[in-house]
C-alpha cells in the first residue's frame, strides 16, 4: 500500500480526455490507465476529493476514494456476495412468483424489504414465500434456465479471487436451489440460503426449512469464514444491493452497494452504478 491519496474513476461512458480532465481537477502527480474505460489517479490533493465525486456523478461513473492507497490484491482473503440483483440480474423470488401469476404481488413486498421500509426481513420472506403455494417445484429449474443470467463481471471477478486464494461467499435471503447450482458452476467456496419445502406430489408448500439466512445470519456467516481463514476486515469484501446486507458489510473494510437501494448506497463505503462487478479488481494493485 502506497502512503499517498488514490481515486479510481471507471464506467463504459469514460475515455482518455475525461480521465485527464480529472486528474487535473485533482491535481493528480499521476494518471494510470487501467483500461480503455478506467484510471488510476495517484499523489491527488484530499482537498478535491468532494470535486471528483461530484465530477463522477455528473460524469456516470464510479469513484472510489483511497485515502492510503491501494491495498494488494492478494492480500485480500474474503469475497462474500449477496445472489438476488447482486451476482445475478434478477429476484429469483419474484421470477417463480410470475410464473404463477402472481409477481406484482410479490414484487411489492420484495422491493419494500430491499429499501429497509420492511424491518423484518423473515416476517417478509414468509410472507412472499407463502404466496408461492402450489406452485409446481419445476418452475424453479424453469427460472433458472430461462430468467437467471449472471452480471456483467461475475466470473471474471470470481475467477480471479480464486485464482488470488480469496475464498467466495455466496450469502442469500433466497433459495438453496440457486445457490448450490451457482455454487457448482462458478466453484464457489461457501454458499448460504434458504430451503423451499416442496412436498410429495412436487408443489411448493408455501414454507421455508429451517432458520431463515436472514441479515445478521449473513453477518454471522461472513464472521465465521474470516475467523476461519485469519481474515480481519480490512482483507474483505462484502457485496450487496439490499437493506438485508448492511449487517455484513459492517464487518467487511470493502462494503460494497452494487446497482444498490439508496439506503445501501449512503452506508456502503463504495459503490458501483455504472460498471459491471469486477469493477472491484482496479480498487487493488493485481
Not at 486464494?165 to 462458478?186: A, D, M, Y
Not at 419445502?197 to 454471522?220: C, F, H, M, P, W
Amino acid at each position: 500500500m502506497s502512503n499517498y491519496a488514490s481515486i479510481v474513476l471507471q464506467a463504459p461512458s469514460l475515455n482518455l480526455s475525461l480521465l485527464e480532465q480529472a486528474a487535473a481537477l485533482a491535481n493528480a502527480n499521476q494518471l494510470i490507465l487501467l483500461g480503455a474505460h478506467s484510471g488510476l489517479l495517484n499523489d491527488i490533493d484530499s482537498d478535491t476529493v468532494k470535486e471528483i465525486q461530484q465530477w463522477a456523478q455528473h460524469n456516470r461513473a464510479d469513484f472510489a476514494y483511497f485515502p492510503q492507497g491501494l491495498q494488494d490484491w492478494k492480500n485480500m482473503k474474503v469475497l462474500a456476495m449477496d445472489m438476488d440483483s447482486t451476482l445475478i440480474n434478477i429476484e429469483c423470488i419474484d421470477e417463480i412468483a410470475a410464473i404463477a401469476g402472481r409477481k406484482e404481488q410479490v414484487s411489492a413486498i420484495t422491493e419494500a424489504a430491499m429499501r429497509g421500509e420492511i424491518t423484518d426481513f423473515s416476517e417478509s420472506l414468509r410472507r412472499r414465500v407463502a404466496m408461492l403455494e402450489g406452485v409446481p417445484a419445476t418452475a424453479l429449474e424453469q427460472v433458472y434456465t430461462e430468467k437467471l443470467r449472471l452480471n456483467p463481471g461475475a466470473e471474471h471477478l470470481i475467477k480471479k479471487a480464486h485464482e488470488a486464494g480469496i475464498k467466495t461467499l455466496l450469502v442469500s435471503g433466497g433459495f438453496t436451489f440457486f445457490t448450490n447450482r451457482l455454487k457448482e458452476r462458478l466453484g464457489l467456496y461457501e454458499t448460504h440460503a434458504n430451503t423451499l419445502e416442496i412436498d410429495n406430489q412436487g408443489y411448493l408448500t408455501g414454507r421455508v426449512l429451517g432458520s431463515i439466512v436472514d441479515a445478521q445470519a449473513k453477518a454471522n456467516y461472513l464472521q465465521a469464514l474470516a475467523a476461519k481463514v485469519g481474515a480481519d476486515t480490512s482483507q474483505c469484501i462484502a457485496m450487496g444491493d439490499g437493506s438485508n446486507d448492511l449487517l455484513m458489510m459492517q464487518h467487511a473494510h470493502y462494503s460494497v452497494a452494487y446497482r444498490a437501494k439508496p439506503i445501501v448506497q449512503e452506508k456502503a463505503a463504495y459503490s458501483i452504478n455504472h460498471s459491471g462487478l469486477d469493477a472491484v479488481l482496479n480498487w487493488f494493485n493485481p
